[in-house]
């Protein structure tokens, strides 16, 4: 297995940079006169393709956003960005959104660390039958979404739940888990924790088999316990597919939908509960423009606000990667330093 | 998890293609417009009608004796779960393209699409007043704008209202389990039916009904002034009716009646087999969902009548979207299946109850009682019930007010709110979402 980070991060520069190599070469006007448009030809069903349904509704959503559209009445009047300057008054628009990033704290969090943890595990040469349990780790990324919540809204039932049992069994009072905020949240974290660690695990594993041993053994030689050899190397090492799948998991986590919409029980789930503990910003979304009372306008402006949240959650981030990346900088020019001071005293 | 980009996307994928479809049909259609059904079946023009529902409308064998008998007809029918069927149906009528030919609309969206008549064919403009007298007054009115200029739905069933009830529990509560005493214990008023509930959990320590919510449900809709007055203006602050539901539900709560139990929800199905509540508002097709979920309760379960009258839970309407290609053949089919007689084989298929009442006095619904539910005489119970109901103007935004409602009752009984606190949230959010 190789580093599929690298592969899915470098797949666009990559691309591009090999279609100006081939076009390059302009020597003789004859047969070759045609070919410059081959490859834009063969790429172009991605393009077409993401020109339809990535641009043109990104595009066609935002023109929605800036109408007063009911979605069973039709488009009623240009309203500039009125939809926008109601969302920044909405109370439950801002309950989403804090939700929503409680929600992605509470899964991205634990989530990186077990993945971490287990990618490690999984990759000591002492473990046997270690293809068992790698594929065994993506099964809950295979099932569907939909059984999990349903099998996790039983778990944390209120009355028969497993958990209520478990903890009245500890000499607890029984937790009413859709009630409160904090724990709807766990609840719901635990649900995409479940689903998401494993697959995590697998980006983390196959970038761990990329780093030399060499470094290892290295350190060994040195005297580093496994644990130091884990946080010095390994974790260091593992950086850009931890960026990877920290940002994808921001992103996916950003748009959470089915599994606040199934834990909520019953009819009118959309809501997230009956005072919004757990909606989610898609939820609402989703509530606005297709129940009553039928806002697609305003529903619009609610996407295109999420879409700017995601790409500044990316920033933060990949601002945060581009700090390391100066301290790890700066730690080694220091340390080069020191290298050449430690040999001019030598001499 | 899907972007909202890719859902919107997917919707107009999807209308796009069946646009495409539609544009077939197109063709044919243009010469028959004019003609009436008896004109085309003779011309023998080929004409396929989609039908969309959801759950189960018990449909199938009548629409092939109606093609049998109409060869040149052909229906193509889509059934879906609940949701997805009102989403879909909704998307189409966004889009103006990619709609059936004929939709169930339940009672939960038939408000709002009555008041956008536009996007639906006006029924009586193809001589829907004929057979007006069919049905149940404020079944059709439920489908027809307030000034009467239109009407866009014709009714197939009602759910009417009625009390099941654990015999098993009640007696081991010492309370009767004969289905006219049990009747007659809160027939006046709700106050009783509450007090009932408190002599059952003081001999029994359970709780009697299974959540606040349908509860609310089962009071509130017994009034014509609910959420909106017959002007179609929003009453629901001064409504005497809502104020009454409320301060009945709270009661029941500080009672500790309540089995917590959501609706939908699997808690619910599991409490309806193990006597986590001993009373179900049920509807005419709550029996099903019953023998479904709790099976072994078979013959635990007899009915009685609601307190104070009449009431109604679901039912649906058939209704045209306005971009059909077909319209007369669309609305001759419709008139006929939801005709008596074809109602009547209905119920007897899935037991989806008529909204036809000439069905009431027959010997077939009369005679019709549910093993399953102890004998239960359910025609009568059902028509005798459905004949009680008042017409209620149900209105654009009936759905997002009764959550509000839903929900505020539900944090009381949370414990999240006290009944005034919880009362003023439900107005503030109401009020905010309208726009008022």
């Not at chain 1, 660690?197 to 030399?212: D, E, K, M, R, Y």
């Not at chain 1, 748009?255 to 009819?267: D, H, R, S, V």
């Not at chain 2, 709780?207 to 009453?235: C, H, K, M, R, W």
Request: contains cysteine.
């Amino acid at each position: 297995m190789t580093a599929p980070t690298k592969v899915a991060a470098e797949l666009t520069p990559d691309g591009t940079e090999r279609q100006g190599r081939k076009s390059r070469p302009k020597l003789g006007r004859g047969p070759a006169h045609e070919e410059p448009w081959a490859p834009y030809l063969f790429i172009s069903p991605f393009f077409i393709l993401f020109a339809i349904f990535g641009v043109f509704t990104l595009g066609y959503t935002f023109w929605v956003s800036l109408h007063d559209w009911s979605l069973l009445g039709g488009m009623d009047s240009f309203t500039g960005i009125d939809n926008y300057v109601r969302l920044l008054d909405d109370p439950r628009f801002w309950k989403a959104t804090v939700n929503t990033f409680s929600i992605l704290l509470l899964s991205t969090v634990p989530q990186m660390i077990m993945a971490l943890i287990l990618a490690e595990i999984l990759n000591d040469r002492l473990l046997k039958g270690p293809h068992l349990f790698r594929s065994g780790l993506l099964v809950p990324n295979i099932t569907s979404v939909v059984a999990i919540a349903i099998v996790f809204q039983s778990l944390f039932a209120r009355q028969n739940g497993l958990i209520n049992a478990i903890i009245q069994l500890l000499g607890f009072e029984p937790l009413n888990w859709h009630a409160g905020r904090l724990s709807s949240h766990i609840a719901i974290a635990s649900m995409v924790n479940w689903q998401f660690t494993g697959f995590n695990t697998l980006i983390f594993l196959a970038a761990i088999q990329a780093i030399p041993l060499s470094y290892y053994e290295a350190a060994m030689i040195d005297g580093a316990n496994r644990f130091q050899r884990f946080t010095r190397i390994t974790v260091p090492l593992l950086r850009p597919a931890i960026l990877f799948a920290v940002v994808l998991s921001v992103i996916g986590q950003l748009q959470l939908f089915a599994q606040p919409l199934l834990f909520g029980a019953g009819a009118g789930s959309t809501s997230g509960g009956n005072d919004n503990q757990y909606l989610t910003i898609l939820l609402y979304l989703y509530s606005q423009a297709f129940q009553q009372p039928f806002r697609f306008g305003y529903s619009a402006a609610i996407a295109w606000t999420l879409v700017l949240m995601s790409a500044l959650a990316a920033a933060l981030v990949f601002g945060v990667n581009a700090l390391f990346d100066r301290r790890e900088d700066r730690s080694e020019r220091e340390h080069r330093k020191a290298m050449a001071r430690r040999r001019e005293v030598a001499r | 998890m899907r972007s909202p980009t890719r859902i919107v996307a997917a919707f107009l994928a999807l209308a796009v293609i069946l646009a495409a479809c539609g544009s077939d049909a197109d063709d044919t259609a243009g010469t028959d417009d004019g003609d009436n059904g008896t004109d085309t079946e003779a011309s023998g023009d080929p004409v396929t009608l989609n039908l969309w529902t959801f759950g189960n409308f018990g449909y199938d064998e009548l629409i092939e004796e109606y093609q049998d008998d109409n060869p040149n007809i052909t229906i193509e029918t889509l059934s879906q779960e609940f949701d997805a069927h009102h989403d879909a149906l909704i998307t189409s009528l966004a889009a103006g393209t990619g709609g059936p030919d004929i939709a169930a609309a339940e009672v939960a969206f038939i408000g709002a699409f009555t008041n956008q008549a536009d996007s639906f064919l006006n029924l009586l403009d193809y001589g829907a007043a004929d057979i007006q007298d069919d049905y149940l007054d404020w079944k059709w009115d439920q489908a027809t704008t307030l000034d009467g200029s239109a009407t866009i739905g014709l009714p197939t069933d009602v759910g009417g209202m009625a009390i099941c009830y654990r015999m098993d529990l009640f007696e081991e509560a010492g309370l009767p389990t004969d289905r006219d005493e049990v009747s007659a214990l809160w027939e006046n008023s709700w106050e009783d039916y509450i007090d009932v509930g408190i002599q059952y959990r003081e001999a029994t320590g359970r709780a009697f009904i299974d959540n606040e919510g349908l509860l609310y449900d089962a009071v509130v809709n017994q009034s014509p002034d609910t959420y909106y007055n017959s002007d179609g203006e929003y009453i629901f602050e001064q409504s005497e009716q809502v104020a009454y539901a409320w301060q009945i539900v709270t009661s029941a709560i500080e009672a500790e009646i309540d089995a917590k139990t959501p609706a939908w929800s699997a808690e619910w199905n599991a409490g309806m087999n193990n006597g986590d509540f001993a009373v179900l508002t049920c509807p005419a097709w709550m029996r099903g969902y019953i023998e479904d979920q709790a099976p072994d309760t078979f013959g635990d379960w007899d009915v009685a009548t609601v307190p104070e009258g009449g009431g109604n839970w679901g039912g649906s309407h058939l209704v045209i979207p306005a971009q059909s290609e077909h319209p007369q053949e669309a609305y001759d089919f419709m008139a006929w299946i939801l005709a008596p007689e074809q109602q009547l084989r209905v119920f007897e298929g899935t037991g989806n109850f008529p909204s036809t009442p000439e069905l009431y006095d027959s010997p077939q619904m009369r005679e019709f009682t549910s093993e399953f539910l102890n004998n239960a005489p359910l025609g009568e119970i059902y028509s005798d019930n459905a004949l009680d109901v008042v017409a209620q103007n149900i209105g654009e935004n009936y759905n997002l007010i009764n959550q509000e409602i839903g929900e505020a009752l539900n944090r009381v009984s949370d414990g999240l709110e006290t009944p005034d606190e919880a009362w003023e949230t439900a107005m503030a959010n109401i009020n905010r979402e309208l726009g008022l």
